[in-house]
């Protein structure tokens, strides 16, 4: 089983950007997909964005095109970039890690990280 570790939130302004990184370690990291959700207080977690073993990329579309996920499999790292940071973005931000699926339900994914709280600021 794959352990996830999320890094690079924050506190940020309104209008700036963020890369956010999602670190695997265990089996073969290029044997997953992975996918990044978002939870606000109080709120359900959403998806935001995944990206499956051979690269090919799925966006919300509640997102406005806003968010770019990438991986580099040499070091076992998915990133989530966030552009235009607004506050509605305040929220601990997760990924997760499935042998196939990259669809939007957090159902479909086996390993969650602990997250990483981005909170923005207007």
């Known amino acids: 089983q794959v352990q996830l570790v999320e890094s690079g939130g924050g506190l940020v302004q309104a209008g700036d950007s963020l890369r956010l990184s999602c670190a695997a370690s265990?089996?073969?990291?290029?044997?997953?997909?992975i996918g990044w959700f978002r939870q606000a207080p109080g709120k359900e977690r959403r998806f935001v964005a995944s990206i499956s073993r051979s690269n090919r990329t799925y966006y919300s579309d509640s997102m406005n095109g806003r968010f770019t996920i990438s991986r580099d499999n040499a070091k076992n790292t998915v990133y989530l970039r966030m552009r235009s940071a607004n506050p509605e973005d305040t929220a601990v931000y997760y990924c997760?890690?499935?042998?196939?699926?990259?669809?939007?339900?957090?159902?479909?994914?086996?390993?969650w990280g602990q997250g990483t709280q981005v909170t923005v600021s207007s």
């Open positions: 265990g089996r073969a990291f290029s044997s997953y997909a």
């Open positions: 997760a890690a499935s042998t196939s699926y990259t669809g939007s339900s957090a159902r479909g994914y086996d390993s």
